[in-house]
């Protein structure tokens, strides 16, 4: 039995110990359990409730046992989900789901599988028809097999293959080096299945392998690079003197400048932030990226299956980095770990794969009174909570940021190496771009699901659309010169139209509470520029397995365990079972509890300067309060000024000058 953990704690590995013990334990030894995920499943919303009052109030805690959800594999091909109480040593249920439902896959099974397709005899025959330099080898990349047939049940794994250039070095760039083979396996029985042709002209003609034909690998690596004069970059450091402002306690709970909240790290989405608060009002229950959805623009087979579900069909915990003081983050900082299974259920850590920190992010606000020339004036600070993840060729970095001011900036920034493909010289293609010799990085969109489940001065929320509009020029308008806004409220589960034009801004409000200063209901505005949304046909494999990715905003009622915008299962999946089914037209969503869906949508054209290395594409949704307080929240922060901030003028590192006039 456990010992008394708080619910929104993350997993323990003793947790996951008895939870696979116990699943196989009702199996025979024959059955081969093979696990894939294990990790905590949320507790009920209206039991949370109670215990997050019981909190605040010092009441008596109700008992909430931790469930585990267990996602595994029998009888080699038979995919199963379970969910088992280790409060008490008890499996709820346990049930095998419908063939061609086909589970995440395991970081562990894919680099064994990496190597079979290596040395498989069929590829073994391909490779040797390259008539390679010596010293150069063969690399493969194992990829989600998507969908492009609605009979297909079987698990598969598409592998795009490279050359490894001969120079001894393990981290040489074999992006840069496509060949023109990609075998398909079937996922755990290793079982080959058919050698797929990739084109490298404009159409999808084929051609059997050739000898390759040497062309020089565009490396990243600093060894490797070819640079050898580097910038003179001095050392540019953090300070807390006096330690950071931020205190994590009772496990996972942070508390910094006013904020209260609670972080866990999970295998699919990196982390969760839990019961958030600022300045003793409650403003959301749960934030968490959903899903992403990566589809490919390249029209040509097997191409036209390029699309990554990289929360469903991987995860980001489960590939979460270990991120490294100095690197990753830099300052004062506070690690969680993640934890990850190996398929006989045993659990290990992932270190440091959360890193929490504050930062200076410029000014928050300031004004200059010009009769006097007196200024006030408060710096921007920001708590940063971080994860990183690495799927295959691309990271993606998550940020979330709470601010000062009550607000919460959800940034993403994607780096990584781009996706390539081989293409013939002297050939361009309208769907790529040509990065290096015979290497081609397809079109391609990324498109990220943002759960926000808020509790805006409690549970009963509703989100309206507010545009600016013109006044009619009439008596009352002769100038024309009048314009006004124009609110709009949404009744129904479904999405909202992007109206740029209308300067279209959503909001989540708490019809029940009404700020007394402006008279109208307290709430949060989510500030996210609109975007292009799935390019994909509306009757496209792509368009019906992610149907978030094609509208910016989404709403629907509130319901338990409905976490994740395509739906549970997105490998190879047919169709979406999450928005696709949640935002159905239906359900009341005014005045009730909701959860808004965010979708970042970002068209990725490739460039020549995104290889061999891409630099940072950062995007950004903000949570900001509108008409939240009766006034600016943050005018609490001490005033800026050089006796608190220590800076220096250049050459003169001894001397230090008021940064800010004042006289207050």
């Not at 507790?43 to 409730?49: I, L, R, Y």
């Not at 099974?109 to 028809?129: R, S």
């Not at 159905?584 to 290889?611: K, L, M, S, Y």
């Not at 995007?619 to 609490?636: M, R, T």
């Amino acid at each position: 039995m456990s010992p008394r953990l708080h619910p929104f704690e993350p997993v323990k590995d003793y947790e996951i110990r008895l939870a696979s013990k116990l699943v196989k334990d009702a199996y025979p030894a024959a059955a081969n359990v093979h696990f894939v995920q294990i990790d905590r499943l949320d507790p009920p919303k209206k039991d949370m409730k109670k215990y997050i009052q019981a909190e605040r109030d010092g009441s008596p805690l109700p008992n909430i046992p931790r469930i585990l959800y267990c996602y595994y594999y029998t009888n080699t091909l038979d995919f199963n989900k379970a969910l088992v109480n280790v409060s008490i040593g008890h499996i709820i249920t346990k049930v095998q789901l419908p063939k061609g439902v086909v589970g995440p896959l395991l970081p562990d099974d894919m680099m064994e599988w990496e190597e079979h397709c290596n040395n498989h005899p069929k590829i073994q025959e391909e490779i040797a028809k390259l008539k390679l330099p010596p010293g150069y080898t063969v690399r493969n990349d194992p990829w989600i097999y998507a969908t492009d047939d609605a009979n297909e049940t079987r698990p598969l794994c598409q592998f795009f293959m490279y050359v490894l250039a001969g120079n001894g070095h393990t981290e040489s760039n074999h992006y840069s080096l496509p060949l023109k083979f990609s075998p398909v396996f079937e996922c755990f029985t290793k079982k080959f299945i058919r050698m797929d042709y990739l084109p490298g002209g404009f159409d999808a003609t084929t051609v059997p392998t050739q000898p390759w034909i040497p062309v020089p690998a565009v490396e990243y690596h600093p060894d490797l690079n070819g640079e050898t004069t580097m910038r003179d970059v001095k050392p540019l450091l953090i300070s807390q003197p006096e330690g950071p402002s931020f205190q994590v306690t009772d496990g996972n709970k942070v508390t910094w400048q006013g904020w209260e909240f609670r972080v866990s790290p999970t295998s699919r989405e990196g982390f969760a932030v839990y019961d958030v608060w600022f300045k003793g009002r409650q403003v959301f229950y749960r934030i968490s990226l959903s899903e992403m959805t990566v589809p490919y623009g390249d029209p040509r087979a097997p191409y036209h299956r390029k699309q990554a579900f990289d929360l469903g069909d991987c995860g980001f915990g489960t590939n979460g980095n270990h991120l490294a003081l100095g690197c990753d983050c830099l300052g004062v900082i506070k690690y969680m770990d993640g934890m990850g299974i190996h398929a006989t259920g045993e659990p290990f850590i992932i270190p440091n794969t959360v890193c929490m920190h504050e930062q200076d992010d410029g000014l928050l606000y300031k004004h200059v009174n010009y009769r006097t020339n007196n200024a006030v004036v408060a710096r921007k600070r920001i708590f940063v909570v971080q994860t990183i993840a690495t799927v295959a060729n691309y990271e993606y970095i998550i940020n979330l940021k709470f601010v000062t001011d009550g607000s919460i900036d959800i940034e993403t920034r994607a780096t990584g190496i781009l996706s390539t493909m081989p293409i013939d010289p002297d050939v361009k293609v309208p769907w790529g771009t040509v990065v290096g010799p015979n290497v081609m990085a397809a079109y391609h969109q990324h498109i990220l699901s943002f759960r926000i489940d808020p509790a805006i001065d409690g549970h009963k929320n509703t989100v309206v659309y507010d545009d600016a509009v013109k006044l009619p020029r009439d008596d009352f308008n002769p100038f024309g010169i009048g314009f006004v806004t124009d609110r709009k409220y949404v009744e129904k589960a479904g999405h909202i139209e992007q109206s740029p034009f209308t300067n279209r801004t959503y909001k989540i409000i708490n019809e029940n509470k009404i700020n007394p200063i402006s008279g109208s209901p307290v709430g949060y505005k989510v500030n996210m520029p609109a975007r292009q949304m799935l390019l994909a046909d509306k009757d496209s494999f792509n368009s019906k397995r992610a149907k978030f990715a094609t509208e910016q905003i989404w709403v629907t009622k509130y319901r338990d365990h409905e976490l994740f915008a395509a739906g549970e299962f997105t490998n190879q999946s047919h169709s979406d079972t999450g928005l696709g089914e949640w935002a159905n037209g239906v359900d009341d969503v005014r005045n009730d509890d909701i959860v808004v869906w965010a979708t970042v949508g970002f068209t990725h054209i490739p460039r020549v300067e995104d290889f061999p290395v891409m630099p940072v594409d950062i995007h950004n949704i903000q949570l900001a309060p509108f008409n939240f307080f009766d006034k600016n929240p943050a005018l609490d922060l001490p005033q800026s000024n050089n006796a608190f901030n220590k800076s220096i003028l250049v050459g003169d590192e001894k001397t230090e000058k008021a940064c800010c006039k004042t006289k207050i």
